[in-house]
T-cell receptor
Framework: NAGVTQTPKFQVLKTGQSMTLQCAQDMNHNSMYWYRQDPGMGLRLIYYSASEGTTDKGEVPNGYNVSRLNKREFSLRLESAAPSQTSVYFCASIPTRGKETQYFGPGTRLLVL | QKEVEQNSGPLSVPEGAIASLNCTYSDRGSQSFFWYRQYSGKSPELIMF????GDKEDGRFTAQLNKASQYVSLLIRDSQPSDSATYLCAVTRNFNKFYFGSGTKLNVKP
């Protein structure tokens, strides 16, 4: 049971490049989330998926797209990266029962030059 | 106005003292409240959650919720150097959107 995994751990992009951040959980959780965390700030919700096949915008969705490929996987795509998207990205999931615990992945550090 | 406000600190307390962390939120419809601990370079980990007004205790940690005043607090008794971290407050109405504060950095001095 690996919990929530994220790939890659670290990525450097040039402005305008695209990339997809991958997230997977093996705990059979329905809800999954993507957050970004900038220095000295808390987490801000980008997108969430309450169940397989559904996605909704969070607090800061501009510049991002998501795909809930199946129950396990929730990917975040940057179509044209900008320096303002330099951040640490966390994926998280919540079980259907016992929703109190949000399980976080280890994070992806993204640097956009 | 930010959804969740926290004093950024740092809050410095001596080892063995009580650390008191506070958080206010703007959405009166918030139903669930969480405290996370985050070590530098790591992902957040849940410390406590609370739903009802009043106090909830778990070991050295006590969460306090006052919905009328829209604040949540976390007390850490017998603070240890290993408690030194950033503490994030989070709130949600329905487990769809979560709002986090910017965190309070706690330093526990030996």
């Amino acid at each position: 049971n690996a919990g929530v995994t994220q790939t890659p751990k670290f990525q450097v992009l040039k402005t305008g490049q695209s990339m997809t951040l991958q997230c997977a959980q093996d705990m059979n959780h329905n809800s999954m989330y993507w957050y970004r965390q900038d220095p000295g700030m808390g987490l801000r919700l980008i997108y969430y998926s309450a169940s397989e096949g559904t996605t909704d915008k969070g607090e800061v969705p501009n510049g991002y797209n998501v795909s809930r490929l199946n129950k396990r996987e929730f990917s975040l795509r940057l179509e044209s990266a900008a320096p303002s998207q330099t951040s640490v990205y966390f994926c998280a999931s919540i079980p259907t029962r016992g929703k109190e615990t949000q399980y976080f992945g280890p994070g992806t550090r993204l640097l956009v030059l | 106005q930010k959804e969740v406000e926290q004093n950024s600190g740092p809050l410095s307390v001596p080892e063995g003292a009580i650390a008191s962390l506070n958080c206010t939120y703007s959405d009166r419809g918030s139903q669930s409240f969480f405290w996370y601990r985050q070590y530098s370079g790591k992902s957040p980990e849940l410390i406590m959650f609370i739903y009802s007004n009043g106090d909830k205790e778990d070991g050295r940690f006590t969460a306090q919720l006052n919905k009328a005043s829209q604040y949540v607090s976390l007390l850490i008794r017998d603070s240890q150097p290993s408690d030194s971290a950033t503490y994030l407050c989070a709130v949600t109405r329905n487990f769809n959107k979560f709002y986090f504060g910017s965190g309070t950095k706690l330093n526990v001095k030996p």
